[in-house]
């Protein structure tokens, strides 16, 4: 995990084309960013990492179409009604390009608002609203949908535990836990799987004891977790304590990844079975050339936030260049249909609903005793490109 003192000193580095916040608005001639996320609340940890990666990107780039690069980091505190506000008042000071997002609900206000202001946001959040029956022609999401993250994970799962028949299914109560509930339920009905309960929780819960004995009375042979950030990973601690691994397979369907592992440690993730959007052990050309650049001026890993709003960052920074042009449509424009090799392979935007395709993993976590290197937390079991086709997602572009 990076400590204060790297953090800080990343903070610090001094980069051709990156401004400081105070000057940002002073330049006529600069594009702005514009990082909306949590950098508060239970999902604060994510939000930081998130910032970290557009600064990387936006470092790494210098200047683009002959213009200096700028960006302001946005505390969205996790909630929709905020998250727009201040998008509002940072597109009114002339942002106009926005990577970020962590919840969906914030992601789905945040798109809408883009619409309305001509500008362009890029999310990794999950629900398949954002693609789909919500969709709009501002928005882009990097990340697989709740549809693909279950596709790519419960169905591996089965095909290597066919016997594993009961499954129960821990849901947080919002439009993603919603998306990847339903998904799972539609697997279990057609693999004659038993659903034999399901507990909801809010986002403001902190206590799951109730939910994993209710888990545990029922018998199953897979508990599958559906929340995502600091509720899973506490969810995580709770059922390791209870002795939950020693009596059904564990499958959290959406881990952040590297920067879960690192809080969770070996010793719990170890047997348990993840779903992730990003690793930063894929053997992929551009991944692995991302990577040691990240190693070299940073001298950490990245993790999933760092590297979804790296790549979101890096897409619009690609498309404005190919566009030579900061409006916001020629860049939308040149963002349909874009086909690149991405930090999880070969990745391609689809032009009718600006869903990227890209691959989502399983991974295992390994036994302490069995990790190369500190951050080797788990081995990748299988990956896959899972989406709804196109006349199946609802999404109606104006």
């Known amino acids: 995990m990076i400590n204060r003192r790297d953090f800080l000193k990343f903070s610090a580095l001094a980069a051709p084309g990156l401004l400081p916040a105070s000057n940002i608005f002073a330049q006529t001639n600069t594009i702005r960013f514009g990082c909306p996320v949590p950098m508060s609340g239970p999902f604060a940890a994510n939000g930081k990492f998130s910032e970290m990666g557009m600064k990387f990107a936006i470092q790494q780039a210098g200047k683009v179409i002959g213009k200096e690069l700028s960006y302001t980091a946005i505390d969205t505190e996790g909630k929709p009604a905020t998250a727009v506000r201040k998008v509002k008042d940072s597109i009114e000071k002339g942002t106009r390009f926005f990577i970020g997002g962590a919840l969906s609900s914030e ?10 202001a001509n500008s362009v946001f890029v999310t990794a959040a999950g629900a398949d609203e954002i693609t789909g029956n919500e969709c709009n022609r501002a928005t882009l999401r990097w990340s697989v949908p709740t549809f693909g993250a279950i596709e790519q994970t419960v169905r591996p799962l089965l095909d290597q535990f066919p016997n594993a028949k009961r499954w129960y299914t821990i849901t947080p109560q919002y439009v993603f836990g919603d998306g990847l509930l339903a998904t799972a339920k539609n697997i279990f009905k057609e693999k004659g799987i038993e659903h034999v309960g399901n507990s909801s929780h809010s986002l403001a819960e902190k206590e799951f004891s109730g939910y994993l004995t ?35 397979k564990i499958l959290m369907a959406w881990a952040s990844g590297l920067e ?12 348990v079975y993840f779903g992730v959007q990003y690793w930063h052990g894929v053997d992929a050309p551009f991944n692995k050339q991302f990577v040691s650049n990240v190693n070299n001026h940073l001298k950490i890993d990245p993790n999933y936030s760092f590297a979804a709003i790296y790549m979101g960052t890096k897409i619009v920074l690609d498309a404005i260049t190919k566009a030579n042009s900061t409006d916001p449509k020629a860049v939308i424009a040149a963002i349909e249909g874009m086909k690149y090799e991405g930090i999880t392979g070969t990745e391609e ?3 009718s609903d600006h869903q990227v395709i890209k691959n989502y993993y399983l991974l295992k976590g390994k036994a302490k005793s069995a990790m190369r290197n500190k951050n080797d937390y788990v081995d990748i079991i299988s990956f896959g490109k899972s989406f709804l086709p196109l006349d199946k997602t609802m999404c109606k572009m104006a």
């Open 349 to 351: 935007i689809r032009a």
């Open 260 to 271: 879960q592992f690192e809080t969770l440690g070996a010793n719990i993730c170890e047997g």
């Open 107 to 116: 992601s789905l206000a945040m798109g809408k608002e883009a619409a309305r």
């Open 214 to 248: 209710n888990a545990m009375a029922a018998k199953p042979d897979v508990l599958l977790l559906l929340n995502f950030g600091s509720q899973s990973s506490d969810m995580l601690r709770q059922a390791v304590s209870f002795g939950l691994k020693n009596k059904m």
